[in-house]
């Protein structure tokens, strides 16, 4: 046999090995969430479409060593699901296989990845013990300016301040450039305050058919395509509220743009973007990119046919075991199990269960709705004297040096009942204390409002904490909390005030009326 | 050039292009295929069948349990309860669901006692009943809630049904599956009827579900991570560590001794040979072929009304949608045995896992929000009937000093049962580890040296030259059919070898702990 042929065979039997290799290790680890076609499986982030894999290798390299977490933004869609990392799992010559075979078959031969690449990476990231956010990886290596459908963009600026869009025919400008990226920003401006900006270009479009313009602005401005005024956006303020999407018909080739934006203070901001007859996803012609507040999935959780509404999840501002009650007269109350007390009360809507059931659901979910009184934290229920009986251990400390603390309390959760109208009776119980906390929806003074009844039972009087760190004021026969609460003693003990914190204490037997209601 | 050395040459070539040790020599299965054309066949065995949900709801199952009357009842991930009659019936177009409870907090592990349902929610054990009798829970009371609870998603709440003392056994996954920033993450514990919260083992990851087998011994799966290279079922043995170091502090809450600090970047069998409440993995499901993210855990005790795998584990496995089978036996004290794939092609990635023994059908439920499977549905309720016909397996597989037993469903043909060459058998563990995951390492290639049928026909004695204590043993059986013609349905085992067996042994298990309730 010829060493050349020799050496042909030797080589080719080294890369196929190779190529397989990475075929495999792709489908047997990636593929479960990526795709075996690179699509991304059930609603998980594709590779094909998308920027991550393409361009510098360590950023690949870095994704698959440690991993990702936190919200990315994959082909224009956001994602915030946790990428377990690989490392510890694969070696340098299995993840160079996996990223050569990724970058070739699904980011348009973006060009193979080394073994000596991944132990170089893996050499500078030995510390590393999380997984990357997409802000740290981006600022390392961000990706390419994207080439805009936005051809020779001239920019000029206006010094002025102005409240509505100015006659720009009537003005000279104070500075003219090029703008050969194609990319609008109000940073090219050089100002941050009383300026305007006009900018023109053509737009190319690639085919004829509808194009549908997204813009913003803060401050204000107007969208002219073909010479006609598409969109305007007035008055002072911030982008999101007053987005505009328009659609126009355009030919294929190049159709004049203009661009007029004023910033009289605070924020600059300019989105300009469009979704052309073939684009999935909307195409940046502003260097800021507002994907509309991505549908975020919303599912209103709200009191029905008279019954209220629970939702026991990780509600914002009050304790991890948190049980919210939505009541049908609008009022709404979240009760911590961990620390036996009313803590927050608000009106308007209930819950919205779209973040927490939409993916992994991670993190608090604030009340939905409005005016949110925190009443207290802490302990909310203790003994009148002397120490409670209920051991409870609360982390203490941060980092790795943090240690349990042990704390007595009276009481601790027993659950609740409900009636036939959802309305909550929580339980409370330790040695000696057994407390009942039903809660109504009725009116009050003529508004809407919730009617509490406290019980002791037991054999020692048990305090209560009605609100912590509240101003509280006097007013129309009521105490009003936070300034728009009012809580009225409607029977039994009356509460104490003392230092911000408001309190009830029952002996055995007793029963104490609250009621509830917003001013 | 010299003729020696192209030859030498032409023979490296040739060392090149083979394929990777593992395959058998006379095999032709590469196991992502045969995984595929098992599944193909499963219906000649098993009726899968989807369970209608109600329109316009989301029910991502989290738990069953089952209620008199051949009634079911059905957690979400939304922590949405449901009563569902019907669920046993051929004609499913009536089916009736009846909501019981809303949005409770995520409950995982369920169960019918007593008039009330019982639910292990993500912050506390709660009983559920309907005192006016309108289908709806009006009382719900905390039973225990001793355990911390930080505000992360990751820390799930696995609970069991209860025991023969009524006690309800617990596993804590850690917070963000990384730490244990709260009271008992990463621990496991008994709950008595009244309440009491007894820790019973410490070192645990992240769980995917919690059960008992026959003999009342609990077992949980634990998802590849930090110190866990890879997957596996593990025996949850009171008084035990679990590999996990990473909650060890919350020994200081009770009097419970202290678990060991393990070295990383060691093996199991080292560091549990230091440390002797160290109970290894009962059986690894290696990762990425067998397991990825197992879950619920069950035990075939419908004696044949579900198969031939009296007493044997069933393992749900949420990316692959499948349910794996383990057939466990106890050496030297220790649990260990072979994880065999069984079920496949369920429309979601599976949670729980719930045998009727009784009445011989498997419930199993579904979801994929937050994790990939290869089920692309959302969610799902389905249930899996044995059609009567048992299909020719390695049904077990028993530990030999000098080799393996493997005991087949039906009588083999002898010929190619006594042949060596038909099985294939290669070996490697895991790195036992601080960092996330391990590759597969330490690889060896036993030799079987002879297999010898049993008169019966439905036993192999493979006496095996080079077994690794501590290993996984991967065999591969090819050609080895029934007496009646039957090709194997799944060819495949992983058996986890944590002892070997002997007469005399030196392993010691601590005694199991007093109890010490919180």
Redesign the interface.
Known sequence: MRPSSLLALLTSAALLSAAEDGAQVYNTLCAACHGPDGKGLNGLPPLVGSEWPKGPAERSIKIVLNGMTGPVEVAGMTYNIDMPPQGAVLSDEKIAAALTYVRDKFAGGAGAVTPAQVAAVRAQTTKRATPWTAAELLNAHPFPPAKTALKNLVGMMYQGEWKTLPDFSALKPALMEDFNAGVIDPAQSGLKDHFAMVWTAQFEAKEDGKYNFVFDCDDFGALYVGGERIAEIKGIGPVGGRRKEVPVILKKGLTPIRLEYVEFAGHEVVVLGYKGPKDKEIKWLSKTKANAPKPRVSIPIEAKDGVAAIYRNFIDKTTPRAIGIGFPNGLNLAYSADNLAAELIWTGKFMDGGHHWTDRGAGNEPPAGTNVIKLSDGPGVALASGEGSVVRFDRKGEGKEWTFSAVKVAAEFKGYDLDAAGNPTFRAAGEGVSLTDAWIPEAIAGKPGLRRTLKSEGDRPVTVVLARDLTSEGADGATVLGGSLSLRALSGPQPKAADKLLTVTLKPGETVVLGYSFR | ?KHLT?IA??A??AG??AAPAKTPKKGKLVP?EAVKAAEARQSEFYERVEIPTPAGE?CEVGSIALLPSKKVAIGT???DVWVVEGAYDADLSKVKWTKFA????EPLGMFWKEGSLFAM?R??F??MTDR?G?G???????IC?KW??????HEYAFGSDPDKDGNVWAVFCLTGS?HS???WRGWGAKITPDGKFIPVASGIRSPGGIGANGEGDVFYTDN??VWNGSSSLKWLRPGSFQGNPTGN??Y??ADFPAPPEPQSGSRILTERLKHPAFVPPAAFLP???VG?SPSGVGCDLARGKFGPWQGQMLVGEQ??SQVQRVALEKVNGLYQGAVFHFLGGFEAGLVPVRMDQEDGTLFIGGT???????G?K?FTFERVRFKGRTPFEMRAIAAKLDGFEIEFTHPVDAAAAADVENYALDTFTY?Y?S?????EVDQTEPTVKSAVVSADGLRVRLVVDGLVRGHVHHLVVTDVKSKSGETLWHTEAWYTLNELPTSVTSLKLPPVPVDLS?
């Open positions: 050039m192209v040459l032409l490296c070539v090149l292009q992502a989301v991930r939304r922590g809303s949005n409770i907090h929610q912050p506390e709660t009983r006016d309108d709806r829970a009006d009382r719900f009371e905390t809630s911390g609870v930080s505000g992360d998603y990384f920033h709260a009271p590849q991570g502090k919350s200081a809450l990762h990425g072929k990825n990316t692959a994929n929000r937050g994790w990939g499977s290869r692309s959302p790195i580890q960092s996330y995951g391990s590759p919180l």
